[in-house]
């Protein structure tokens, strides 16, 4: 949401000029078709889940028009047993989802279904299967 202030795909200061890794080409506009998938380590009643897509959405699970929306809450239900990583706390099994796909508010409509491929270990988390 910030990207045209605080920069955009390709933001900072060069350390390395000399090298001219753009090839003097202009930096591109951030895009709104976005997608921003993987691990993130938190769950959706999170403070930093909240910070992503909002409090008070346009539509389900995103702030702003234009922000990041939570695929699981557009797609087709992903079911109320939806995790994505599974772990032994206090003596009992939890089942978390701490890995999330959050897409461009443009994208939203598009997204048809999530799923967590729970029979495989990609990591100590399930991977996750977008359909968009």
């Known amino acids: 949401r ?3 202030s605080d920069g955009g795909p390709w933001s900072g200061a060069d350390d390395e000029p000399q090298r001219n890794w753009s090839n003097g080409q202009p ?4 895009p709104l078709a976005a997608i921003w998938l993987g691990d993130f380590n938190m769950e959706p009643d999170s403070a930093e889940y909240r ?3 909002g ?6 699970a995103a702030a702003y028009i234009d922000g990041f929306v939570d695929a699981a ?3 087709r239900e992903p079911g109320p047993d939806f995790h994505t990583h599974e772990k032994i706390i ?3 099994l939890a089942k978390r989802r701490l890995d999330h796909c959050f897409v461009g508010g ?3 409509g598009r997204v048809r279904s999530i799923t967590a491929d729970i029979g495989e270990m990609a990591s100590d ?3 996750l299967r977008v359909d968009i």
């Open 106 to 108: 443009m994208l939203a």
């Open 55 to 60: 409090n008070t959405p346009y539509h389900r």
């Open 27 to 30: 930096e591109p506009e951030s």
């Open 2 to 4: 910030r990207a045209p």
């Open 90 to 92: 206090d003596g009992r």
């Open 73 to 75: 809450a557009v797609a």
């Open 51 to 53: 910070r992503i897509v």
């Open 125 to 127: 988390h399930f991977p």
